[in-house]
């Protein structure tokens, strides 16, 4: 079987579309990061939880 699909060109703007796009995300990616762990050593500066803890909690969760 042979596929005869044409395809069309990209847009050069859709690709500049995407990649800002795709920055966006990792920046949002980056900033929950920062946030996630700046708020556990806040937990653990204040004996909230201990590492053995999250990492016992994380081997449960990744199963």
Known sequence: MSSNKRTEPIDPWTLVNW???LAD???AD???RLWLGT??????????VSIEELE???AE???
């Open 61 to 63: 969760l990744d199963g």
């Open 25 to 27: 995300l990792k920046e």
């Open 39 to 48: 708020l556990i050593q806040v937990m653990i500066d204040n004996k909230l």
């Open 56 to 58: 016992k909690r994380m």
């Open 19 to 21: 990649g800002a796009q």
């Open 30 to 32: 980056h900033r929950t």
